[in-house]
């Protein structure tokens, strides 16, 4: 706690005055780290084809992680508490995308299909921010055909249904 207060440039009783502990401050910069998230994926372009939409949002996606990598891995904490307002600020994040989730697979498949992109994003970006990728260049073009490829398959899997 002091050295957070030392961080943002007040004494640790005025930090104490507002947290009453380090769990409750970590989640309070969780929760604030899900509204930008969701402000940076209301940020990106728009597009009618939810392909095109969802190809730019992962983009954007990607954009924020690397931003601020140490911002970004609070986000997936998994000691963090869970609380309702956590619970609307990640689905706040998410709601930015339902609805190109919604054109590409119907309304009955648009979490599933959030839930089969999602972890493809959050692994490729945690193994970029660790500078796992090691044998060479190309991680532009290989998070583009990740994405294009999960995307083709989820609109194959359950239009077919």
């Known amino acids: 706690m002091t050295e957070v207060a030392v961080a943002v440039g007040i004494r640790a009783p005025s930090l104490y005055s507002r947290f009453s502990d380090r769990e ?19 940020r990106a372009p728009s597009s009618k ?3 095109r939409a969802l190809k730019m949002l ?18 997936y904490d998994a000691s963090a508490e869970r609380t309702e307002e956590g619970t609307r600020a990640r689905a706040a994040a998410l709601g930015v ?7 590409l697979v119907g309304e009955g498949h648009a979490l599933t299909a959030a839930r089969v992109l999602t972890p493809f994003l959050h692994g490729f970006v945690s193994m970029e921010l660790a500078g796992a990728f090691r044998l060479g260049p190309g991680l532009d073009e290989a998070f583009d055909r990740g994405v294009t490829a999960i995307l083709a398959g989820l609109e194959v899997t359950f239009r077919a249904k």
């Open 49 to 51: 084809d939810p392909v």
């Open 58 to 75: 992962a983009r954007a996606y990607r954009a924020f992680a690397k931003a601020d990598p140490k911002g970004y891995a609070l986000i």
């Open 24 to 42: 409750e401050l970590v989640a309070a910069v969780e929760l604030e780290y899900w509204h930008g998230m969701a402000r940076a994926l209301a």
């Open 97 to 103: 995308a339902m609805p190109s989730f919604v054109a």
